[in-house]
């Protein structure tokens, strides 16, 4: 399984995703989620994938393909939501190609995409493109989407996150809310693949590969651990609400 986490502000964007996968307890393995596509100062774009990893490598390897041959492309899209169509239209191809012979063996065609980016004369965009090759804006009412094993981090960020919040807070907030799913969901493993687009820079501001004892990692799991516990004891208890006082 896995768990990425695509998040659009004003600022910018934040990606956000692990590296495991596991078909049973004995066969885990470590494969990059994340696929980066730029022309620095012109586009700049992120997918993040979950699902079958042989359907997700597909179209990938796919989107790829296309960029070095004539016709539609990430490279020749004018806008973002005509790159989101492509990425569908990519999707559906693989799914023509491979569904029959994963139903004949039992096999769900399973891909769940987040796509965004920025491309020069409009503004970031970020998409949930589905297995069906139909996809999702987000906006400042829904300003992030997650894959996978999303349960376990959304409320971190539900709490925190806003389409105003700053770069550095985002990316900080996602890092919690993968750390809540390290925490509770072993589907789901270091290392983590971190992107962060800065609005009009149409490049990659950071992507950085985060490893198990990466320092700043480790000091915001223990931080947020200890500061969790600290908050916990400091709420008031049932006596002072009276609720142990007999069985009103």
């Known amino acids: 399984m896995t768990y990425c986490v695509g998040m659009l502000m004003d600022a910018g964007l934040v990606f956000l995703s692990d590296t495991r996968t596991n078909a049973g307890v004995d066969q885990i393995n470590t494969f990059r989620k994340m696929a980066v596509f730029e022309r620095a100062g012109e586009r700049v774009m992120v997918l993040l994938s979950a699902g079958n990893l042989a359907v997700t490598q597909s179209v990938v390897t796919l989107l790829h393909e296309r960029m070095a041959q ?99 807070e985002a990316a900080k907030c996602a890092l919690i809310s993968m750390d809540s799913t390290l925490k509770s969901n072993l589907s789901v493993g270091m290392p983590l693949d971190l992107a962060i687009l800065r609005r009009d820079e149409l490049r990659v501001a950071c992507l950085r590969r985060i490893e198990a004892d990466d320092p700043y990692f480790q000091r915001l799991r223990v931080g947020w651990s200890e500061r969790i516990q600290q908050a916990f004891t400091a709420l008031p208890g049932l006596e002072e609400a009276g609720w142990c006082d007999g069985r009103g």
């Open 70 to 168: 004539d016709g539609d492309s990430l490279l020749r899209a004018p806008n973002l939501f005509e790159a989101a169509r492509h990425v569908g239209d990519c999707v559906r191809e693989v799914h023509r190609r491979d569904a029959e012979s994963l139903r004949a063996f039992g096999i769900d065609f399973n891909v769940s995409l987040i796509f965004g980016g920025q491309i020069a004369g409009e503004p970031p965009r970020l998409f949930n493109v589905y297995a069906a090759g139909n996809f999702v804006e987000a906006t400042p009412d829904t300003p992030y989407f997650q894959i996978g094993e999303s349960k376990y981090g959304k409320p971190i960020i539900d709490r925190i996150f806003r389409h105003h919040t700053p770069l550095e």
